[in-house]
């Protein structure tokens, strides 16, 4: 009896942590996901390496500076409408080392 008292303790404590675990990761990765909106100027959009980089304004959502930098896009026709020099409107989200553009637009 005194064994099965201590192997359901363990099996309790073993969850309690997994369960721990789960959520700081799941919330590490939500935070990763968040869908940051800014503005900035298209300096060079290189289809071959489905990278545009933009000098955008600061960032205080993610504290980041004004700065230029390539962010990935998913496909070509994301930048269909978008040349060099267009002052933009774009959104994207952090997953690992990229930054990965959601959407783009041309400022009106």
């Not at 005194?2 to 721990?20: G, N």
């Not at 959502?61 to 994301?78: G, H, K, L, V, Y």
Request: aromatic share 6%; glycine share 2%.
């Amino acid at each position: 009896m005194r064994r099965l008292i201590q192997v359901a303790l363990i099996a309790c404590s073993l969850t309690t942590i997994f369960s721990v675990q789960a959520a700081e990761q799941a919330a590490s990765s939500a935070a990763q996901q968040q869908l940051v909106q800014a503005q900035g100027v298209v300096k060079e959009i290189d289809y071959q390496n489905s990278k545009v980089s933009i000098a955008h304004q600061a960032i205080p959502a993610i504290s980041w500076p004004a700065m230029t930098m390539r962010f990935t896009f998913a496909s070509a026709s994301q930048l269909s409408a978008i040349k060099v020099g267009d002052q933009v409107n774009f959104s994207f989200v952090q997953q690992g080392p990229l930054a990965v553009l959601k959407n783009i637009a041309v400022k009106n």
